[in-house]
């Protein structure tokens, strides 16, 4: 069993910064590919950034390409997502997500853990 747990989210205002982390235990975390998605109310859960199993291959929404990053530390078996410029339209709750495989993948349901998600909230 897989369990990964998120943290940093929080309440800032527009034009600061957060970073998110996620720590995975349970499994071997340096094979699998890493997600983090967001979702509102009323909306569907949306791909924010994924990352492949060594970090060499990245991808990005593009409503955040340019703003967030998203990277790992595979000794720590923990996935970071540092998302600068945040605005308004970034209030979301941010859940991190692990695949059975190694590369990239945008679909929901190419991922098979997920964590319990946390709150980012951007003020205007």
């Known amino acids: 069993q897989v369990q990964l747990v998120e943290s940093g989210g929080g309440l800032v205002q527009a034009g600061n910064s957060l970073r998110l982390s996620c720590a995975a235990s349970?499994?071997?975390?340096?094979?699998?590919?890493m997600g983090w998605f967001r979702q509102v109310p009323g909306k569907e859960r949306e791909c924010v950034a994924v990352?492949?199993?060594?970090?060499?291959?990245?991808y990005y929404a593009d409503s955040v390409k340019g703003r967030f990053t998203i990277s790992r530390d595979n000794a720590k078996s923990t996935v970071y997502l540092q998302m600068n410029s945040l605005e308004p339209e970034d209030t979301a709750v941010y859940y991190c997500?692990?695949?059975?495989?190694?590369?990239?993948?945008?679909?929901?349901?190419?991922?098979?853990?997920w964590g319990q998600g946390t709150q980012v909230t951007v003020t205007s």
């Open positions: 349970g499994r071997t975390f340096s094979s699998a590919a």
């Open positions: 990352i492949n199993w060594a970090g060499g291959s990245t």
């Open positions: 997500a692990a695949r059975d495989w190694p590369t990239l993948a945008t679909r929901e349901t190419a991922y098979s853990y």
